[in-house]
């Protein structure tokens, strides 16, 4: 079983900045994609943001020029930049890692999410 754990999210004036952080533990053999997806009351769960473990990103063009994503492969834990921060940013935030466990079958987990609301 693989579990994530996010954390860094937190309430935050219009143009402000925070740092998410999701790290996998459990028995991996190895992480492919990581990402973060988000959910605003009343809508879908959108991807965010996905980095593969070759470092390759990929963003939702809403945050582009905004957020940066990146992971440590040794801590296999994810990172979410947010800089310039706007009320339509205001969301849950989900991490989410697909991979391979030690004993082969591959996972897919999530983090139970973190509240990022941008207000002044």
């Known amino acids: 079983q693989v579990q994530l754990v996010d954390t860094g999210g937190g309430l935050v004036q219009p143009g402000g900045s925070l740092r998410l952080s999701c790290a996998a533990s459990?028995?991996?053999?190895?992480?492919?994609?990581m990402g973060w997806y988000r959910q605003a009351p009343g809508k879908q769960r959108e991807l965010v943001a996905v980095?593969?473990?070759?470092?390759?990103?990929n963003y939702v063009d809403s945050v582009k020029g905004r957020f940066t994503i990146s992971r440590d492969n040794a801590k296999n834990t994810v990172y979410l930049q947010m800089n310039s921060l706007k009320p339509e940013d205001t969301a849950v935030y989900y991490c989410?890692?697909?991979?391979?466990?030690?004993?082969?079958?591959?996972?897919?987990?999530w983090g139970q999410g973190t509240q990022v609301t941008v207000s002044s």
């Open positions: 459990g028995s991996i053999f190895s992480i492919d994609a």
């Open positions: 980095i593969t473990s070759g470092g390759d990103t």
């Open positions: 989410h890692a697909m991979g391979t466990t030690a004993w082969g079958p591959t996972f897919g987990s």
